[in-house]
């Protein structure tokens, strides 16, 4: 059974910094795609980053350059920097885990960007 578990979210200003970590417990996450979305209050789900199982990495326009996705395969473990933080950036955060006919979410963790 796959679980994932989210944390380092939390209060911080405009033009700060943030990490975020996944952590997931099962077996083969290192052959499967990670990633972030997020979901502001009254909007949908979107997609913020990825990373694939070799490595790659895409982002979504809006954190382009601010964000930074990696992983650590021997620690099932996926991690989230987020720096020059906005308040259009304030949302639940999810971890989700790919495997192509599933996709697995973790339960969410909390960034509130206010002065």
């Known amino acids: 059974q796959v679980q994932l578990v989210e944390s380092g979210g939390g209060l911080v200003q405009p033009g700060g910094s943030l990490r975020l970590s996944c952590a997931g417990s099962g077996t083969g996450f290192s052959t499967y795609a990670m990633g972030w979305s997020r979901q502001a209050p009254g909007k949908q789900r979107e997609f913020v980053a990825g990373i694939t199982s070799g490595g790659t990495t895409n982002y979504a326009d809006s954190v382009k350059g601010r964000f930074t996705i990696s992983r650590d395969g021997a620690k099932n473990t996926v991690f989230f920097q987020m720096n020059s933080l906005k308040p259009e950036d304030t949302a639940v955060y999810y971890c989700?885990?790919?495997?192509?006919?599933?996709?697995?979410w973790g339960q969410g963790t909390q960034v509130t960007v206010s002065s």
């Open positions: 989700y885990l790919y495997t192509g006919p599933n996709r697995y």
